[in-house]
């Protein structure tokens, strides 16, 4: 989920991952940038801080729109500074894509998240770079990240529906216990 901060739902088995301590999926502080922003959570250049709506409108701010936009319109002007924002963007959105795919090997990753709706545009980014970085590595190639990175689905509002179906599961086990 790329929207305000940057998180991931991570399901095995058909269950959510939270992990030992809850903190499975807060993908977004994963540091990607040791000279970088600031985190909020204390630690310097996380993913979040580059990647998340807010991360970007520090890295590319828009007057009375939003930066994605504003980003990828002066991308598309050939504006220098918007490219190099855009590169760093997707290289990292890239590099927490394969940390998820090393770590967990998903069968699907679903980019989601209010900056997700630029839609083909992102997707299209993110495929070429990762095509670009297996032409230097066949253990990335052999991952075939770009057949597993789709879109969400912008008519689907993901985040409510996953907590949703997270507290009836609560609410389940508590009838149960009772």
Known sequence: NLGTGVSAGIIINGSIFHGSTGVAGEIGHIVADTQGRDCPCGQRGCVETIIS?????????????????????????????????????????????????????????????????????????????????????????????PDRVVIANQEVFFGALGAALIGRRYDDKAKEEN
């Open 53 to 145: 709506g807010t991360g970007l409108s520090k890295l590319w701010p828009a007057k009375n729109e939003y930066p994605i936009a504003s980003l990828l319109r002066n991308v598309s002007a050939k504006n220098k500074e918007a490219e190099k924002v855009w590169n760093k963007f997707i290289s990292t959105l890239v590099s927490a894509l394969q940390i998820i795919t090393v770590t967990f090997d998903p069968e699907i990753i679903v980019i989601g998240g209010g900056v997700s709706k630029t839609g083909a545009i992102l997707l299209q980014g993110v495929k070429e770079y990762i095509c670009r970085l297996e032409q230097k590595s066949s253990f990335l190639s052999s991952l075939k990240i």
